[in-house]
């Protein structure tokens, strides 16, 4: 199947701008684009896989013939535009949060459920990006011994928080090393030489928006109700790669080396568990890798009976926690 139009809605943030570089590697079989942005980017001239593009204003009409539509303009945008592009007919594949766990929208991983694609109506939702890399580095391990609790500690890049907050990283560095104080206008913390709680809003129970998705995500995902996720988001001053550290309880014993084992000949996994030289996953390695990086592969000994692991997993979250996941969809649908 070869589509004829393709729109991206949100095309000139940092997510749109890896659509670009993704569709145009992976040969995407699309005959045109059409690059959607709000009033502020609209008319921009934009470098597309070899050509020039004009970011178009996003409206209701501008879907008339759109076959597919990656949407990556936050949930606000999908609620308000999502329902009208795939009434005028495109499959809309969402990376916000807006429709994750509606009961009707696959919630997707390509090497973990592409077979919930089989129920789409139209509508399929991106999972969030630090869901998609634990995802990865999970499944393997959850078809072969049941998972049935998970402690995760994120170390989140800032370009989950788009182009701007990767433009304040930088202005805040050189101004640090400038002798000068950062200015926080994308966070409500420097994020230059910094670590801070993840800076989406607190839920009452005390947990903030981040830490709930990952927790209610997975289990969507994997189909089993009956794991149990305990999060912890904070923002690291790191480009573009997320870092978790997991602790994983299972069903039954299961060794070190069986789970590196089994990583190893996992689907969008690579392992780097290099104890001698001290070698391990780091966000500089992930960047601009499809792979989700996992290693620290070793033992909890807080569970009991070998139940318990311990591993950290790292991924590009422009990448696989957005952008290439989105067209690995798209391309499954192809």
Not at 95 to 124: C, K, T, W, Y
Not at 316 to 322: E, H, I, P, T
Request: hydrophobic content about 45%.
């Amino acid at each position: 199947m070869r589509f004829r139009q393709v729109a991206i809605v949100g095309a000139t943030g940092a997510v749109g701008r890896e659509f670009a570089r993704v569709l145009t590697q992976r040969c995407f079989p699309a005959e045109s684009y059409r690059l959607l942005a709000s009033a502020r980017s609209a008319g921009t001239l934009v470098d597309w896989a070899g050509r020039t593009l004009k970011v178009e204003l996003l409206r209701p009409a501008v879907f008339d013939g759109v076959d597919l539509a990656f949407f990556s303009a936050g949930a606000a945008v999908s609620r308000e535009f999502v329902l009208r592009a795939q009434r005028a007919g495109a499959i809309v594949i969402d990376n916000s949060s807006a429709f994750r766990m509606a009961p009707d929208v696959p919630l997707v991983v390509p090497e973990v459920n592409p077979q919930a694609l089989r129920a789409h109506q139209g509508i399929i939702a991106n999972p969030n990006c630090s869901t998609i890399i634990l995802a990865v580095a999970l499944w393997p391990l959850h078809r072969v011994n049941p998972i049935r609790r998970v402690v995760v500690a994120t170390y989140q890049a800032v370009s989950g928080a788009g182009a701007r907050a990767l433009a304040e990283l930088e202005a805040q560095t050189r101004a640090v090393l400038a002798g000068s104080a950062p200015e926080a206008r994308v966070f409500h913390e420097p994020c230059a030489f910094n670590v801070f709680s993840h800076d989406s809003p607190i839920g009452p129970d005390g947990y903030n928006l981040e830490e709930t998705k990952l927790m209610r995500e997975l289990a969507k995902i994997f189909g089993d109700e009956n794991i149990r996720v305990a999060a912890t988001c904070m923002r690291v001053p790191v480009q573009r790669a997320h870092t978790e550290a997991v602790s994983i309880e299972f069903e039954h014993p299961m060794d070190e080396s069986e789970a590196r084992a089994i990583l190893q000949s996992a689907p969008g996994v690579r392992v780097i568990d290099d104890r001698i030289a001290n070698r391990f996953p780091t966000p500089l390695a992930a960047t601009g890798r499809d792979e989700v990086l996992v290693g620290r592969i070793r033992r909890d000994p807080t569970i009991a009976d070998g139940r318990g692991l311990q591993l950290i997993c790292v991924g590009d979250q422009l990448r696989k926690g957005a952008a290439l996941n989105a067209v690995q969809i798209a391309e499954l649908l192809a």
